[in-house]
């Protein structure tokens, strides 16, 4: 489990069975089960290397390591703040990579990845959402057609 910590503007907080991923007094996301079941019906669609746009609390990167057809996994987080609070906590079973970065300028870059899987958004409404991961979309179409996202097609 994540230890309750704050770096910067981010917290960690622990719920009870869960924890929480604040940027000031604004909730980010967490690792509740009913937050990680609306991820898992994409991310058992990833196998082969996995790109994941957004650490978060880092579940999507714990799960697709649990996965036999999962072979690698690199995670685009943007504030090492988040990096810092969570990835030393995060079982990627030798899987995993981090990399400080935007995932829109990452992505300008060419990478050789079999899925991808974006959850960058918080708290924004779903048209500019949707706008973002169009978006996204256009640009990882250059690297993988296997593109998914939390929760919108
Ligand atoms: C909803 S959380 C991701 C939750 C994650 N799927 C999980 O399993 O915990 C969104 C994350 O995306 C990050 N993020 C936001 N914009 C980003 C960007 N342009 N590039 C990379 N990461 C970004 C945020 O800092 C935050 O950590």
């Given at each position: 489990?994540?230890?309750?910590n704050?770096i910067?503007?981010?917290s960690?907080r622990?719920e009870?069975g869960y924890?929480?991923l604040?940027k000031?007094?604004?909730?980010?996301?967490?690792?509740?089960?009913?937050?990680?079941?609306?991820?898992?019906v994409?991310?058992?669609?990833c196998?082969?290397k996995?790109?994941?746009g957004?650490?978060?609390t880092?579940?999507?990167?714990?799960y697709?390591a649990?996965?036999?057809?999962?072979?690698?996994?690199?995670?685009v987080e943007?504030a090492q703040e988040?990096?810092?609070?969570?990835w030393?906590y995060?079982?990627t079973?030798?899987?995993?990579k981090?990399?400080c970065?935007?995932?829109?300028?990452?992505l300008?870059?060419?990478?050789?990845i079999d899925?991808?899987?974006?959850d960058i958004?918080?708290?924004?409404?779903?048209?500019?959402?949707?706008?973002g991961n169009?978006k996204l979309?256009k640009?990882?179409?250059?690297?993988?057609?296997?593109?998914?996202f939390?929760?919108y097609?």
């Amino acid at each position: 489990m994540i230890p309750e910590n704050t770096i910067g503007n981010f917290s960690i907080r622990d719920e009870v069975g869960y924890v929480s991923l604040y940027k000031g007094k604004q909730h980010w996301t967490d690792d509740a089960p009913q937050s990680n079941q609306l991820q898992q019906v994409w991310l058992d669609k990833c196998w082969g290397k996995v790109l994941v746009g957004g650490l978060g609390t880092g579940y999507a990167a714990r799960y697709l390591a649990q996965k036999q057809n999962v072979t690698e996994i690199i995670v685009v987080e943007i504030a090492q703040e988040v990096i810092d609070l969570v990835w030393p906590y995060i079982d990627t079973q030798g899987k995993g990579k981090i990399v400080c970065a935007d995932i829109f300028e990452f992505l300008k870059k060419p990478i050789k990845i079999d899925t991808a899987y974006f959850d960058i958004y918080n708290n924004l409404g779903r048209k500019s959402v949707k706008e973002g991961n169009a978006k996204l979309k256009k640009l990882a179409e250059q690297w993988t057609q296997k593109i998914y996202f939390w929760r919108y097609k």
